[in-house]
């Protein structure tokens, strides 16, 4: 099946700094991918969808400037966590969704980054 | 908009017992339905998918699930679990316009020997 890589899988950083976190659809070309963010027992949240070439949407709540996206090529968004906190520590979550084909709406996940700020 | 509702948000069950995880969902129009599985620290792993045809649908590691219309319903189910078996099992819905899955809020699945 598809697969999606996603790194780091753990980061820790100091409060204040910022964390880039990539994903990658491996095999597939990904025009549409997902960022998911999913505190400890909850369920994922959805925070951006990221479309290759243009701005990403964010969900009502989450902060564009402190949430980074950017869709530069088909097989590859990025995540970057700007001046991060310790209450941005969290399970962080891609999910690519293959452009070509009938779009059957399933999503490809990534293995996940932990981020942990000091 | 859509939503998903899973009633049980713990269950456990012994080895080699059947489990159903209950799953119904709410949405004005048609939907694809999905069951991932999630191990600690790790990302999702599709367990099976509804996205039309036959109401029943077979899956990965045994598991199994019945699309039902009427009742909105979407329930998983295994015959006879394994140890391996204990994870996060989380139900999903989509329209067929493509739109981010939303998720259930899961259902922690303890499988005891």
């Known amino acids: 099946g598809a697969v999606v890589s996603q790194h780091p899988s753990r980061v820790i950083c100091k409060s204040g700094t910022s964390v880039k976190i990539e994903c990658r659809s491996l095999?597939?070309?990904?025009?549409?991918m997902f960022w998911y963010r999913q505190f400890p027992k909850q369920s994922l949240m959805l925070m951006a969808t990221?479309?290759?070439?243009?701005?990403?949407?964010?969900e009502q709540g989450v902060e564009k400037d402190k949430f980074l996206i950017n869709h530069a090529s088909l097989t590859l968004s990025t995540l970057t966590v700007t001046s991060a906190h310790p209450e941005d520590s969290s399970f962080y979550i891609c999910?690519?969704?293959?452009?070509?084909?009938?779009?059957?709406?399933?999503?490809?996940f990534g293995e996940g980054s932990r981020l942990t700020v000091l | 908009a859509q939503s998903v509702t899973q009633l049980d948000s713990q269950v456990p069950v012994f080895e080699e017992a059947p489990v159903e995880l209950r799953c119904n969902y709410s949405s004005s129009v048609s939907v694809y339905l999905f069951w991932y599985v999630q191990y600690p620290n790790q990302g999702l792993q599709l367990l099976l998918k509804?996205?039309?045809?036959?109401?029943l649908v077979k899956g990965i590691n045994g598991f199994e699930a019945e699309f039902n219309k009427s009742q909105t319903s979407f329930h998983l189910r295994k015959p006879s679990v394994h140890i391996s078996d204990t994870a996060e099992y989380f139900c999903a819905v989509t329209s067929q316009a493509g739109t981010a899955l939303i998720f259930g809020k899961g259902t922690t699945l303890s499988v005891s020997s």
């Open positions: 999910s690519a969704r293959s452009g070509g084909g009938r779009n059957t709406g399933e999503l490809f």
């Open positions: 990221s479309n290759e070439g243009s701005k990403a949407t964010y």
């Open positions: 509804y996205l039309s045809g036959s109401t």
């Open positions: 095999d597939f070309q990904a025009t549409t």
